[in-house]
């Protein structure tokens, strides 16, 4: 270690956990957690790769998704009946915008009841799946942890028979309100619940979905019913009375604390195979095994199959199951960035499925910083446009320049053969999709101090605009690059620059990416699905003047089975 400097440290603990790099003292990194043990692991390579790779060793590695999952997703807070996914379909394909998927969020369900759908505004659902399946759009439809409390619906009564939700301190399943009301949580950690909860995927699949999301699966509580009852008794007897400025912040504060309360986490429990669990000790491992239920029950359900599924909360090993989006963003420049910083964190901790809300969850986005969201986007594997309800449109058939935005699709259809070749890679060989320059230029003091670089596979670096108002940007080159600035496959142009700083003017209707000494990247011809690429003939661009090798992996796309041999060497003249 002494040698290198270089080491990775995993603590493995699902306990709150509180770290701090540097802040309170510059001389001191403290991790500390509020209970659980000290187990942790010194992960020991060469370099800042070996390293990752090691950590991917233990905890282990990334499955594929289907390659449909890397085209274009739309998504909005909430697309509520069949004929309203059907006009987006129409639109998006009307302004010749590439799409595989639309997905539902809770409206599409049956007063918020996880596996229902409503009928009346999803008449004949598995019929609609198929017609918008036959447009090559894939519906993926949102799950939420929460399970609506009612007399006569399925999935609660089942599980209250069984006990499979977790229970408050009365031994009653534990209430709190999320999207249904009155809703209970599944204890993903007792393992007969997990399996039934997964099992009732089967109900969405058999109408023919292939993927999903999981939602507020922190979990995410509204309010428990315990304190909702104690705040609201607490306000009413203050109602008509002269408050001092501290009973007024009683009040303020009681409401503020309702949602998420570290108290009702610490007051409900699980069953976890027999060993009773306070839920605060294992908070963070709930999504884990809501999406590992969810991923465990896919491959019963079709082990030949690649299945979709990604999570909003997560914790270290989730990765095997399943993906994740960070959750909800805003339309805010800060957060393109911070979407751009959390790649290669994401990554490192085995994530390579992963992508942001692009253009921003809440607020009301900007046709500019639409089109910058974009231009990243089209690096990233998920690539959707979600937002929140009331918040201003955000399809882009809507914005004024349709041209930036279809070369900036486009574009992305193009690059799939290598996001999937490189995604691959990666997963087979635990290594990273998104690489810091310092990892990759130890010795280059500013390339260590380059945040808003990044290379994505082997082969290219990217260098998004991400601040309002600016033409371009500075960017770094470690070394002599060849710079591709490129609006189509017919339209680009390259230039082979010299290591040091540059500042490259980027339009909106273009994208910049540059390609390292001796690698190369194919690209496709655009596409308006996945299904219709070609993965033959590519546009090969290089940076050499002689002949270079290029590892292309090519496969169905959709079959489980990952192989090493479908991994192609291909000379590239
Ligand atoms: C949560 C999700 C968001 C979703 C909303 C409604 O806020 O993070 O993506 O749209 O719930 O389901």
Redesign the pocket.
Known sequence: LKETGVYGLFWDNPHKLHIDLGYADDQCWRMEAEDGPLDYYYLAGDSMAAVVSAYTRLTGRAPLPPLWTLGYHQSR?SYASAQEVRDIACCLREYDIPCDAIHL??DYMENYKDFTINGERFPDFPAFVKEMRERGIRLIP?I?AGVKVEKGYSVYEEGVKNNYFCKGEDGEPFVVGV?PGDSVFPDFLNSKAREWFGSNYKTLLDCGIEGFWN??NEPSVFYSKKNLAKTIEHISGKAGKNLSLQEFWSITGAVATLANNPEDYASFYHDADGKQIRHSEVHNLFGYNMVRSASEYFKEYDDKKRFLIYS?SSHIGMHRYGGIWT??NASRWEHLLMNLKMLPSLNMCGFLYAGA?IGG?GQDTTEDLMLRWLALGIFVPLLRN?C?FGARRQEFYLFENKKAIKNLLDLRYSLIPYLYSEYVKSALRGELLYTPLGFLYPNDERAKEIEDQLFVGGSIMIAPVYRQNEKGRLVYLPESMKMVKIKSVTDYREEVLPRGDHYIEIGFDETVFFIAPGKALPLANPVSHVEELDDKNFLWLKNSEGEVDYELYTDDGVTADIRFENIKTIKVK
């Open positions: 807070w969020d809770i949102i939420d999207w939602d507020m909003r959750g909800d809300d969850f979600h929140t």
